[in-house]
């Protein structure tokens, strides 16, 4: 099983950036993707952003296709989400998942 912890969250301005980490634990080395997921109150969780560790694929939802980047170490260990041009509506608890394992998440909030 992998245990995950995320870090990196806090507050930015509007355009401003922040660095997400993902930091796995465990049986790192089965990881098939890693995928960050954020959530407001009241709202599901929806998707932001994944990682195909085998190939380097990554995948974005269209909210923050162009500016945000996922990455990650070739040990699977800690995958990253730097997020750019950042917009009041990018404020929410960011959340890493991967092989069905959930960090507990990290509040970014982005002031206009």
């Known amino acids: 099983q992998v245990q995950l912890v995320e870090s990196g969250g806090g507050l930015a301005q509007t355009g401003g950036s922040l660095r997400l980490s993902c930091a796995a634990s465990?049986?790192?080395?089965?990881?098939?993707?890693t995928q960050w997921f954020r959530q407001t109150p009241g709202n599901e969780r929806e998707f932001v952003a994944g990682?195909?560790?085998?190939?380097?694929?990554?995948w974005y939802s269209k909210a923050v296709q162009d500016r945000f980047i996922i990455s990650g170490d070739n040990a699977k260990t800690t995958a990253y989400l730097q997020m750019n041009a950042l917009q009041p509506a990018d404020t929410a608890v960011y959340y890493c998942?991967?092989?069905?394992?959930w960090g507990r998440g990290t509040q970014v909030t982005v002031s206009s």
């Open positions: 990682i195909m560790w085998s190939t380097g694929f990554t």
């Open positions: 465990g049986r790192t080395v089965r990881q098939y993707a």
């Open positions: 998942s991967s092989e069905n394992a």
